[in-house]
């Protein structure tokens, strides 16, 4: 397994999730894969904001935990330097919840390590393959660097093409998930972070990010160009026939229903992975 770049200075504590060394010094490790790895960014926040220890966060294949606000100040609490975050490019499990939930630290790639044939898997979620991946390499090498497929430019041009996406390549899916921070960025210019209430108020993310695209539509002719372009871009992606061809069509009721079959198939795709853990 890869190790950091710098041996922590005294012996450190590795986190279980409760502390029963309530006078101990040096670096405190909060190591999680899946699931484990949300629980430990939390348990990590948790500590170092508890704690004056140096706190170290190692995840594998872990999916989003917050929004900006939580991704912002976790990466300022331990800095970008003690955030390892670890994840093959094709492990679906680490691609949900859509935005506006963003990996930490920010900004940054984290360590993504190609695994398979460049294709969706649901064995890349696995540990053992992550233990693999990583045996030999040193953090240095597994790097990454910034996506050039999701700068701004690459994304207007994408959202600008009717060539149909893979449902099977990886790359298809973060590029949504870019796309739509990207759109929904245009729109909180106009209007004052309209996702990031999107888990209060009763609304549901799908319900939130609708409103927010439909006040995009309503703001100005070329915000609701890119908002017909992304959901667009969606559609064609979920294979629903029937696409929009104006924003006029682009009711909130529309976008809702389209967001939330979004949600619904990476959620599966991530389920899927989970069940692959124990040889479903």
């Not at 999680?32 to 004056?52: N, Q, Y």
């Not at 910034?146 to 390549?169: F, I, T, Y």
């Not at 924003?247 to 979004?262: C, D, I, K, Q, Y």
């Amino acid at each position: 397994m890869a190790r950091p770049p710098s041996r922590p200075q005294g012996r450190g504590t590795i986190c279980r999730g409760h502390d029963n060394h309530p006078h101990i010094s040096g670096p405190i490790h909060c190591i999680g894969h899946s699931l484990g790895g949300a629980v430990a960014s939390l348990v990590a926040d948790w500590i170092k904001s508890h704690r004056a220890n140096p706190v170290r966060l190692y995840t594998f294949g872990a999916p989003r935990v917050g929004m900006e606000s939580f991704a912002r100040r976790l990466t300022n609490q331990l800095n970008t330097g003690n955030i390892y975050r670890v994840h093959h490019k094709t492990d679906p499990a680490s691609m949900i919840p859509i935005y506006p939930f963003i990996h930490a630290p920010m900004p940054g790639e984290g360590y993504r390590i190609p695994y398979g044939h460049g294709v969706l898997s649901f064995a890349a979620h696995r540990i053992g393959n992550y233990v693999e991946s990583t045996r030999h390499c040193s953090w240095l090498a597994l790097k990454a660097r910034p996506n050039p497929e999701l700068g701004e430019q690459a994304l207007e041009r994408w959202l600008n093409s009717d060539m149909p996406d893979n449902p099977a390549d990886p790359s298809v899916w973060e590029r949504v998930n870019a796309a739509m921070g990207w759109v929904l960025g245009k729109i909180s210019a106009v209007f004052l972070a309209p996702v990031q209430m999107a888990v209060m108020g009763g609304l549901t993310l799908a319900d939130r990010i609708a409103l927010a695209l439909r006040q995009g539509v309503e703001a100005s002719k070329e915000v609701g160009f890119w908002v017909a372009r992304l959901m667009r871009r969606i559609m064609q992606l979920l294979g629903i026939g029937a696409i929009v061809k104006t924003t006029a069509e682009l009711t909130r009721e529309l976008m809702r229903w389209v967001l939330a079959r979004l949600i619904d198939r990476m959620t599966q795709m991530a389920q899927r992975a989970l069940r692959h853990l124990n040889g479903r």
